[in-house]
């Protein structure tokens, strides 16, 4: 695809429910990232993926959240058991090979809604 | 982003400049970021600079690095309108490291 791209752009959920993200990173990007944005806050940092392997989760606020990729490309953000708090827009972001001097492209992100 | 820290609100008229300013405390710091948020859309890179840089110049943008001060600065020269937007100031120490964001500053540009 031309860029990153997140499915569901939009989510409403219970609480208590289980939710997946998806994120299709830009083909051939090794680096990808999750990040999760509050309103009216900066994205704060979730996990880090080089290739298929978890290279960075120390994001991650607690066991109920945990992220995969697989085969290296599509990545799912899953989320057992949400709560309120969890309300927010997940965002994706891709990179050729990361690190500080390549770009990260962002998707526009999933918003969760948990009602 | 408790480590970088950035003003919420700017105005401008058009066709002024813009300085968005941030502070960030980590002096271990080497790469420093900006990025811009529309509505509805993702989070775009405007620009970044290595930290043994002072200043780098890209068409409109300028930014300023003072790292003694852990300061960042990006000016933004002729704002128009379709400049208003979140403007992040981000930073990451090296390699894969993730970025750490600042809240964000909205930036307004009065016609």
């Known amino acids: 695809g031309a860029g990153v791209s997140q499915t569901p752009s939009n989510k409403v959920t219970e609480k208590g429910k289980y939710v997946e993200l998806r994120c299709d990173p830009i083909s051939g990007h090794t680096a990808l990232y999750w990040y999760r944005q509050s309103l009216g806050q900066g994205p704060e940092f979730l996990i880090y993926f080089q290739g298929t392997g978890a290279a960075d989760d120390s994001g991650l606020p607690n066991d109920r959240f945990f992220a995969v990729r697989p085969e290296g490309s599509v990545s799912t953000l899953k989320i057992q058991r949400t709560e309120r708090g969890d309300s927010a827009v997940y965002l994706c972001?891709?990179?050729?090979?990361?690190?500080?001097?390549?770009?990260?492209?962002f998707g526009q992100g999933t918003r969760l809604t948990v009602v | 982003g408790e480590d970088v820290e950035q003003s919420l609100f700017l105005s401008v008229r058009e066709g002024d400049s813009s300085v968005i300013n941030c502070t960030y405390t980590d002096s271990s710091s080497t790469y420093l970021y900006w990025y811009k948020q529309e509505p509805g859309a993702g989070l775009q890179l405007l620009t970044y600079?290595?930290?043994?840089?002072d200043m780098k110049q890209d068409q409109r943008l300028t930014v300023l690095l003072n790292k003694k001060d852990k300061h960042l600065s990006l000016r933004i020269a002729d704002t128009q309108t379709g400049d208003s937007a979140i403007y992040f100031c981000a930073e990451a120490f090296s390699g894969n490291t993730p970025l750490v964001f600042g809240k964000g500053t909205r930036l307004s540009v009065i016609a």
């Open positions: 600079i290595f930290s043994n840089m």
């Open positions: 972001a891709s990179s050729p090979r990361g690190g500080g001097d390549t770009e990260a492209f």
